[in-house]
């Protein structure tokens, strides 16, 4: 059994309100969840969308398919970012949303994130949306790897990584590598062919069946929370309209301003964990 929450400090008074407006949108009924990067920034992975948020140019899809000097790029600077991922470590907000699936308030987490960590939390119905950065997959012959043991593989082929004038580090927790023609791309020790991260790039289109999954949650649930996304993606925008056409009631908890907002039910602005927590003290009681 999972423990208990850790008690909230007591809210301002334009957080209570807004908290006592969500208990009256959500008590009684059960709750579909849809979290995004801003869940995460408490355990040290950061929310690229939020105020403040350094500006970046991920990779597409098609430049990783088609260029294998973006393939070098992506896999130096991921195996450098990767252990951000590896050592982040649950926060109160997950641990939160725990006891809320314990409790059987929620039916399930439906998350853009790529970090893994409501598994790690524990909770128990969890659909990756965009995938997860511990998988990895051949894409000619599908096989599956763990993540840490490519990456294994990535330091015995390329010990020059671990030299301090090998990259500069970026305010994200990537990093840009000085000689990236040095480094050598991780293959699909079955065929030989092009290992991708198990996640969504910009330009790819979530798997079908995932969307499905995440689609039965809401179409089950009585009300549906959003946590810590903008809601820019277009996968939780969708899922925001299948809530908006069955008129359930809807409650997002994100710092800033998301796309969602004039349809919301209740908008706390407001970090996560600390509203989770109380959250989820209040719809317990």
Same mark, same amino acid.
């Given at each position: 059994?999972?423990?208990?929450?850790?008690?909230?400090?007591?809210?301002?008074?334009?957080?209570?309100?807004?908290? %006592?407006?969500?208990?009256?949108?959500?008590?009684?009924?059960?709750?579909?969840?849809?979290?995004?990067?801003?869940?995460?920034?408490?355990?040290?992975?950061?929310?690229?969308?939020?105020?403040?948020?350094?500006?970046?140019?991920?990779?597409?899809?098609?430049?990783?398919?088609?260029?294998?000097?973006?393939?070098?790029?992506?896999?130096?600077?991921?195996?450098?970012?990767?252990?951000?991922?590896?050592?982040?470590?649950?926060?109160?907000?997950?641990?939160?949303?725990?006891?809320?699936?314990?409790?059987?308030?929620?039916?399930?987490?439906?998350?853009?994130?790529?970090?893994?960590?409501?598994?790690?939390?524990?909770?128990?119905?969890?659909?990756?949306?965009?995938?997860?950065?511990?998988?990895?997959?051949?894409?000619?012959?599908?096989?599956?790897?763990?993540?840490?043991?490519?990456?294994?593989?990535?330091?015995?082929?390329?010990?020059?990584?671990? %030299?301090?004038?090998?990259?500069?580090?970026?305010?994200?927790?990537?990093?840009?590598?000085?000689?990236?023609?040095?480094?050598?791309?991780? %293959?699909?020790?079955?065929?030989?062919?092009? *290992?991708?991260?198990?996640?969504?790039?910009?330009? %790819?289109?979530?798997?079908?069946?995932?969307?499905?999954?995440?689609?039965? *949650?809401?179409?089950?649930?009585?009300?549906? *929370?959003?946590?810590?996304?903008?809601?820019?993606?277009?996968?939780?925008?969708?899922?925001?309209?299948?809530?908006?056409?069955?008129?359930?009631?809807?409650?997002?908890?994100?710092?800033?301003?998301?796309?969602?907002?004039?349809?919301?039910?209740?908008?706390?602005?407001?970090?996560?964990?600390?509203?989770?927590?109380?959250?989820?003290?209040?719809?317990?009681?």
């Amino acid at each position: 059994m999972p423990q208990a929450a850790a008690p909230a400090a007591p809210p301002s008074a334009t957080l209570a309100a807004a908290l %006592e407006s969500a208990v009256a949108a959500l008590k009684g009924r059960r709750v579909a969840v849809l979290t995004g990067a801003g869940i995460s920034t408490d355990s040290g992975i950061p929310d690229y969308r939020g105020l403040g948020a350094p500006v970046r140019t991920p990779m597409t899809f098609q430049q990783f398919l088609s260029d294998s000097q973006y393939r070098k790029r992506y896999w130096a600077g991921s195996q450098l970012g990767w252990t951000r991922f590896y050592g982040a470590r649950p926060n109160a907000g997950h641990e939160a949303l725990v006891h809320l699936e314990a409790a059987s308030i929620i039916n399930g987490i439906i998350t853009q994130n790529v970090d893994g960590l409501h598994l790690r939390a524990g909770s128990q119905r969890v659909v990756d949306l965009h995938g997860s950065m511990d998988r990895v997959r051949c894409m000619q012959c599908g096989q599956y790897y763990a993540r840490r043991d490519i990456s294994a593989s990535i330091s015995e082929a390329n010990p020059w990584l671990s %030299e301090p004038e090998a990259f500069v580090l970026a305010p994200d927790g990537d990093a840009e590598i000085t000689d990236v023609d040095r480094f050598v791309v991780p %293959e699909c020790t079955v065929c030989g062919g092009t *290992l991708k991260p198990d996640v969504v790039f910009f330009g %790819e289109f979530v798997p079908r069946e995932k969307f499905i999954e995440a689609s039965a *949650l809401v179409q089950k649930a009585g009300a549906l *929370l959003i946590v810590g996304s903008s809601l820019v993606v277009n996968s939780g925008i969708r899922l925001l309209d299948q809530a908006s056409r069955k008129k359930l009631p809807i409650v997002i908890i994100n710092r800033g301003l998301t796309k969602g907002d004039s349809r919301a039910t209740v908008k706390i602005d407001a970090g996560t964990s600390e509203t989770l927590v109380a959250l989820t003290e209040l719809l317990g009681e």
